[in-house]
């Protein structure tokens, strides 16, 4: 597609589009089959580790066909579910340097520190940019940063092919954004069930009453409301709120940008979100942990 041809698109529909071209080059590089095999290990390391925290009888970690047992009746678990769905609200903090909307944000970036910062605030996850031309970010950011934390680790990347649902498992992701607007149902429940397998969550996006019931239809545990409006950058607070009533009652809910002030925050509480994603806030704040202090409503930083 031109430049000319891009422009007349709305900017989430410019960004998936050249999503889809970093995707096409990317498998010229390293191919579906490569990346899912990278992916495939990847779960065969998460398996291990969990194995690892069932040990059997002896003390030592189950092996074979009984950890072949162990596993079918208590599988590797989804962290990033766990995380947020502790009572209270839980934040997930994003890692971002830049934004469509905002341009660059953190100038300064040393990412490893920041995502260090959050989980010592008491972050639940972390949200990791890795889009590079509007958001600025890297698949090494990610990498790197689900080394340096134990929280979980979502991947905020405009997916529009299988390939990166695979990449992000191999990257070290435990969570991968959906977004319902660039995304057709079939897309939706293919990935959405390809993360199941691959153990990794999905946060499924919506924005629309539509696209809710296309979220819940494609079996999302986890649905988030964008307050802004992807194709016009719009923020409405209220977005959130309006929507929160069509989601079932045991789907993780999550409101997501916008959220700047304590007040922001009790109002995601008293729409009984179970989480809030917050990005600029943070990164604007050049003291983080007391910013998520400040935004929890519990004085003193961790
Ligand atoms: O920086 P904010 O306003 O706190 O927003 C964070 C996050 O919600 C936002 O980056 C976001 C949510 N969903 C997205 C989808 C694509 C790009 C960006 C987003």
Request: net charge negative; aromatic share 6%.
């Amino acid at each position: 597609m031109s430049q000319a041809e891009r422009t007349t698109l709305n900017i989430l529909n410019q960004i998936a589009e050249r999503t889809r071209e970093r995707v096409a080059e990317q498998k010229r590089v390293r191919s579906l089959a490569s990346m899912q095999q990278a992916a495939d290990e990847a779960l065969t390391r998460d398996c291990e580790r969990c194995a690892a925290e069932k040990p059997g009888p002896d003390g030592l970690p189950l092996s074979g066909e009984a950890f072949a047992t162990a596993h079918a009746a208590a599988p590797c678990s989804f962290p990033f579910e766990g995380a947020i769905e502790r009572p209270g609200v839980q934040f997930i903090a994003e890692v971002k340097r830049a934004s469509p909307s905002k341009g660059l944000i953190a100038a300064d970036f040393p990412y490893l520190q920041i995502a260090r910062d959050y989980e010592t605030a008491g972050a639940a996850a972390i949200s990791c940019p890795t889009e590079p031309y509007w958001f600025q970010g890297r698949n090494e950011y990610l990498t790197e940063i689900a080394e340096a934390v134990s929280i979980p680790v979502l991947r905020k990347d405009f997916v529009v092919d299988e390939y990166m649902v695979y990449e992000a498992k191999a990257l070290g992701a435990q969570a991968v954004l959906l977004i319902c607007a660039i995304l057709d149902d079939a897309q939706l429940t293919a990935y959405r069930q390809l993360c199941d397998q691959l153990r990794l969550s999905t946060l499924v996006e919506a924005h629309t009453a539509k696209e809710i019931e296309r979220a819940v239809a494609c079996g999302a545990r986890v649905i988030g409301v964008n307050n802004r409006d992807l194709k016009t950058f719009d923020v409405d607070m209220n977005a959130a709120r309006a929507l929160r009533d069509l989601v079932p009652p045991h789907t993780l809910f999550v409101s997501e940008s916008g959220i700047a002030t304590p007040a922001d925050v009790e109002a995601a509480r008293t729409m009984r979100a179970d989480a809030v994603l917050v990005g600029e806030a943070l990164m604007r704040a050049d003291d983080k942990r007391a910013k998520l202090a400040e935004l929890r409503g519990d004085g003193q930083p961790r």
